[in-house]
Nanobody, 120 residues
């Protein structure tokens, strides 16, 4: 079964750092774009950062200069390094990826989400 599993969320004080990780598992031939989304209470899910299979990145304006997305194609992982965290970064963070499983077509997959809370 193809799936994405996030880890690394938690409680951090304003100005602190957290690193989220997401690992893909299952019979996967190719992982194309990988992304991190977040959803705060009462708000729509928003794209935070994305990275292509070649390593090109894009960020939401609200996190530019503070967050860094990276991936390891051999390990089938994508990370999100979050620095200078603010209370408004509080949300459930979701990993998302376009993946080509064995004997199937390309599909979009979501992780289960990990809570990040920024509070003093």
């Amino acid at each position: 079964q193809v799936q994405l599993v996030e880890s690394g969320g938690g409680l951090v004080q304003p100005g602190g750092s957290l690193r989220l990780s997401c690992a893909a598992s299952g019979s996967i031939l190719v992982i194309y774009d990988m992304r991190w989304y977040r959803q705060a209470p009462g708000k729509q899910r928003e794209l935070v950062a994305s990275i292509t299979i070649g390593g090109s990145t894009n960020y939401a304006d609200s996190v530019k200069g503070r967050f860094t997305i990276s991936r390891d194609n051999a390990k089938k992982t994508v990370d999100l390094q979050m620095n200078s965290l603010k209370p408004e970064d509080t949300a459930v963070y979701y990993c998302n990826a376009d993946m080509l499983p064995v004997l199937r077509l390309v599909e979009n997959y979501w992780g289960q989400g990990t809570q990040v809370t920024v509070s003093s």
